[in-house]
């Protein structure tokens, strides 16, 4: 890594010192590495510690950079495509769905869910918990709200909560026949469940994508699925993957 | 708002006192109104200034607060929906595009860009800019490539650069038949164009849409496209839109 003290820029310093960082990223270090100190790293190119921490979170939101509690920052490794869009018309926990159902209870959503379900704020949904891994680490947890009507068979089943409950509910919506799915995504912060199971701390930046399940005129089941945005890359399409190397920051800057 | 003192919890206090903030403004503000300053907010929830400013930050990252330069933080309206996924089978450009062709120019694209498009890495490649504008507000910003050989009759055009030449290519582009696109979705920051478009400081969130147009089984359009993170939440499928009024964070925390 170079010694080069930086010039006065008119453009800010931590953005000046984030492009320096991203060039010394792609040619002097490797996947895995860990980056030396901030002491060392502010001293070496001449800035405060203030402005070395705002580059490294500049370089961290963007997937170059992970900084790990007990590790320090290390190189982080391309970002993984997980498939969002594929079947277009199916219902959650089909065939080649990559959601493992974990639990299952029945209980008042929040009140924007129950406005979107267009279910009383007071009424129990089913609410179905699914967690999502890739490469070996989850990337990602949902709630899948479902109201007991558009699941009528359900009652008759013997399998009180966990997964084997979760399971019951994903069939017995698959009974009803799917009109189509909206989805949308946005920029989130983890809650304090996502952010333990994502081993990182709340508020840790993701990507929620919603997803409506439409049948005979209603909304049959929402979906909040919370993707860590440190690692993933949501994809979308038929083959569901686009590769770009150099990460999202491919806009001359 | 409360005045009550936060109570030790095993959380971080940041993040409780991001859900206290949040009651608070759901229920005692107004979309557009300036929240008091800093020292007078972390008085009264006794809390450090830093603790208060990361609260502060979690909550521009949901959505919920914009901080704007000269202004203060003021409560965020919610996020405009922009759709993305619909038609899945035109070129960009074609009737109910929502980007407005701003200028074009023939010059050797990014290292990530010349491989996803398979030109060689010094090959200048036609590199269109086109905005969107949202309820009166630019919402995002593109760059799409187009290597020479996907529009082969161009040359023939006299529009040597600026908006007409941008239409032009775009025309040229649509004479090939589109085999399929590709999207991913990903966390990135501004960059200082985009920046400046969108009257933010480099290295505010966005949400980076790259999508690959494929024809005659080759990449004949790649576009990278830039959303405010802050305002946009982007929408997919049939009709485009599912409302969650409360932001993201609707996960229990």
């Excluded at 000046?16 to 960082?21: A, G, I």
């Excluded at 498939?83 to 219902?91: C, D, F, L, S």
């Excluded at 609410?127 to 709200?145: D, H, I, M, N």
């Excluded at 333990?196 to 508020?203: T, V």
Aim: with cysteine; glycine share 10%.
């Amino acid at each position: 890594m170079g010694t080069t003290q930086l010039e006065s820029v008119p453009e800010p310093k931590y953005w000046h010192l984030r492009t320096v960082l991203s060039e010394a990223l792609d040619s002097e270090f490797s996947v895995g590495e860990i980056l030396p100190n901030e002491r060392d790293l502010a001293a070496r190119f001449g800035v405060a510690r203030a402005t070395l921490r705002q580059a490294l979170e500049q370089l961290e939101l963007e997937g170059r950079l992970q900084r790990r509690r007990g590790v320090g920052t290390t190189v982080a490794p391309p970002r993984v495509g997980v498939a969002v869009g594929t079947g277009q018309h199916a219902w959650p926990g089909t065939d080649d769905d990559a959601w493992e159902p974990a639990d299952c209870d029945l209980a008042a959503p929040p009140a924007s869910v129950a406005d979107a379900l267009g279910t009383g704020r007071e009424e129990p949904v089913h609410t179905v918990r699914r967690s999502r891994v890739s490469q070996g680490r989850p990337v990602a947890a949902e709630l899948l709200y479902v109201p007991p009507a558009a699941v009528p068979g359900l009652t008759a089943i013997d399998a009180p909560s966990g997964p084997a409950r979760a399971r019951a509910v994903l069939r017995e919506l698959q009974h009803g026949t799917l009109e189509r799915r909206e989805s949308a995504v946005e920029l989130g912060s983890a809650g304090a469940d996502d952010a333990k199971e994502f081993d990182r701390l709340p508020g840790a930046p993701v990507l929620v994508v919603t997803t409506r399940y439409l049948a005979e005129g209603r909304t049959a089941a929402l979906s909040v699925a919370t993707y860590r945005a440190d690692t993933c890359r949501l994809t979308f399409g038929d083959s569901g993957d686009v590769e770009i190397h150099d990460g999202p920051q491919t806009r001359a800057s």
